[in-house]
């Protein structure tokens, strides 16, 4: 018995990696349990579909965030990679990850919870029971005095009521078992959706299909994946000082949709504002429309034999397939007390807390996101062990039901329902701030004008919560600037030499260090992002 403090961890995906890594630095024992043979979760790839595995990564996945932007804190990708990455890559990061800070020998393979409820002497203690079964369906059950569960929770996949679905003669199947686009070979496909899936699945079928069309509801953003310059859209949106006015970063992000296609001409322009809008990551996709491979179709309403109909009246004939990539429910099936109401209302502090007497359960990335899920889930773990270990002290269970029923308020207002997506860069920050990972003005000052320029105005990467705080990282800096520098391209093989640049005189070198300053007073005066979601 070694006498720490146990933590059970549901899954060893990305989030449960993480968290295993937090609970080792902060004096925990992680036992992580995996239900299938190999960690990774989504990134774990294999050609058959495993059953309850929600999303699934398909054959020519690649990555919408670049490698700087979805890393984790204190471990970068290799800089010889490209900045947006296969889904080999992100699975060997992941190994590597594994093998980095010694997580392997916390992880056990091949082992599924059947149940998670409250132990005997919860009251007292806030412990929780875990069963669970091997590859042999043998059951145990122990006792753990934490839990944190980092399973995904979107693996239900979701497929609205359409009036004569039953009637459809051709098939109708759902993105999360999709793989290539080969099944759709010389086939008319109805794609259904309007977000990141929905682009991916429409352009690997047009690759196959006779005709692709596509549904897209309510419209979409489409985003590019490379902004001005080849630069990757996440480096050049992604930054604080983007966030202080909503007005002016939502005008950004249209006006950058809109340079590489005009929405409306197009067909997918959104009919609500930009701040209830879905954003869609895709390169291939206006290639695809501009060229008619991808025709944009209004919403559907009816399916017959070989028919769909859609809103405006419009009647298509011949329809083979039908395909929808319209995200999943939120499901734990393994927990004795659900925390989501039947209207999909969840009660959860900050998105990690169910509400209850003791915080010795949580949930590790259970949110979407308009940005880079692994640095969010890597923040979540931290600060959880931190409540954990007691170094971290939560409000009174009233605050927190009165700050997770104003989110859930402003959420609905917003959507019109229970839909959990929290802008990335201002959640994360609040976490950050509250966990003492976020700079004060001193720690700005002493960090020098250079970071704490970019801290403001250049891009908002991960490593940044390794400069001050618990469990600082000495190299945080250094994968600061090389990011900097080179996070927007890989290495090529072929090389061409910059032209010469004469270097600045010092009345010019004086006005640029006046200008940060001058920037960085504005910045730290402006420096509260006030449109979280709660």
């Known amino acids: 018995?070694?006498?720490?403090?146990?933590?059970?961890?549901?899954?060893?995906?990305?989030?449960?990696?993480?968290?295993?890594?937090?609970?080792?630095?902060?004096?925990?024992?992680?036992?992580?349990?995996?239900?299938?043979?190999?960690?990774?979760?989504?990134?774990?790839?294999t050609k058959e579909y495993r059953e309850g595995q929600g999303a699934r990564a398909f054959d020519y996945?690649?990555?919408?965030?670049?490698?700087?932007?979805?890393?984790?804190?204190?471990?970068?990708?290799?800089?010889?990679?490209?900045?947006?990455?296969?889904?080999t890559m992100v699975y060997d990061y992941a190994h590597s990850y594994c093998e980095t800070f010694g997580l392997r020998k916390h992880i056990h393979l091949r082992t599924r919870i059947v149940n998670i409820k409250k132990a005997t002497d919860y009251n007292t203690t806030g412990r929780w029971q875990v069963e669970?079964?091997?590859?042999?369906?043998?059951?145990?059950?122990?006792?753990?005095?934490?839990?944190?569960i980092c399973s995904g929770f979107y693996k239900k996949p979701r497929i609205p009521s359409i009036e004569g679905m039953e009637t459809f003669k051709g098939t109708i199947e759902h993105s999360y078992k999709f793989r290539d686009g080969l099944p759709y070979k010389d086939k008319s496909v109805l794609v259904i959706g309007n977000s990141h899936s929905s682009g991916d699945v429409s352009v690997e079928s047009s690759c196959y299909a006779k005709q692709v069309y596509y549904s897209v509801g309510d419209g979409m953003l489409l985003m590019p994946l490379c902004a001005r310059n080849g630069h990757p859209w996440d480096l050049a949106i992604l930054r604080r000082s983007q966030m202080w006015n909503p007005t002016n970063f939502f005008k950004l992000i249209v006006d950058t949709c809109n340079e590489r296609l005009d929405h409306r001409q197009a067909g997918i322009a959104p009919s609500t504002p930009p701040s209830r809008t879905r954003i869609m990551l895709n390169d291939r996709a206006q290639y695809k429309i501009m060229s008619g491979r991808i025709k944009v179709v209004n919403r559907l309403i009816r399916l017959g034999p070989h028919e769909a109909e859609f809103d405006d009246g419009t009647v298509l004939k011949d329809l083979d397939a039908v395909l929808f990539a319209t995200g999943y429910d939120f499901s734990i099936d393994f927990l004795d007390e659900p925390f989501q109401t039947e209207d999909r209302k969840l009660s959860l502090y900050k998105m990690m807390f169910p509400l209850h007497q003791h915080h010795t359960l949580s949930?590790?990335?259970c949110v979407d996101s308009d940005g880079p899920i692994p640095p969010l889930a890597e923040l979540q773990s931290r600060f959880i062990t931190l409540v954990y270990t007691g170094k971290l002290r939560l409000p009174s269970l009233?605050?927190?039901?009165?700050?997770?029923?104003?989110?859930?308020?402003?959420?609905?207002?917003?959507?019109?329902?229970?839909?959990?997506?929290?802008?990335?860069l201002p959640y994360r920050d609040d976490i950050a701030k509250q966990m003492g990972v976020a700079?004060?003005?001193?720690?700005?000052?002493?960090?020098?004008?250079?970071?704490?320029?970019?801290?403001?105005?250049?891009?908002?990467?991960?490593?940044?919560?390794?400069?001050?705080g618990p469990h600082?990282?000495?190299?945080?800096?250094?994968?600061?600037?090389?990011?900097?520098?080179?996070?927007?391209?890989?290495?090529?093989?072929?090389?061409?030499?910059?032209?010469?640049?004469?270097?600045a005189n010092p009345f010019l070198r004086f006005m640029v260090v006046f200008t940060?300053?001058?920037?960085?007073?504005?910045?730290?005066?402006?420096?509260?992002?006030?449109w979280l979601p709660w």
Not at 473 to 479: F, H, N, T
């Open 472 to 503: 600082p990282w000495s190299g945080a800096r250094e994968a600061i600037d090389n990011a900097t520098n080179h996070g927007h391209y890989g290495k090529q093989m072929r090389h061409v030499q910059a032209p010469d640049i004469p270097a």
């Open 439 to 468: 700079p004060s003005l001193f720690d700005l000052i002493k960090a020098g004008p250079r970071l704490a320029y970019q801290y403001y105005y250049g891009p908002a990467f991960p490593y940044h919560y390794r400069l001050w």
């Open 398 to 424: 009233k605050v927190m039901a009165d700050v997770t029923e104003k989110m859930n308020a402003d959420i609905f207002q917003t959507y019109g329902r229970y839909k959990y997506l929290m802008h990335n």
């Open 1 to 45: 018995m070694s006498g720490k403090k146990k933590v059970a961890i549901v899954g060893a995906g990305f989030a449960g990696l993480t968290a295993i890594k937090s609970c080792l630095e902060e004096g925990l024992e992680p036992v992580c349990l995996e239900q299938y043979d190999d960690i990774g979760g989504v990134w774990y790839y």
């Open 61 to 87: 996945l690649t990555t919408n965030i670049s490698r700087e932007m979805i890393a984790f804190s204190d471990f970068p990708y290799p800089s010889n990679l490209p900045p947006f990455l296969s889904r």
């Open 516 to 530: 940060m300053i001058a920037m960085l007073v504005l910045a730290y005066q402006n420096r509260e992002i006030v």
């Open 132 to 148: 669970t079964m091997d590859a042999q369906k043998k059951t145990k059950t122990e006792v753990y005095d934490f839990v944190m």
């Open 363 to 365: 949930v590790v990335g």
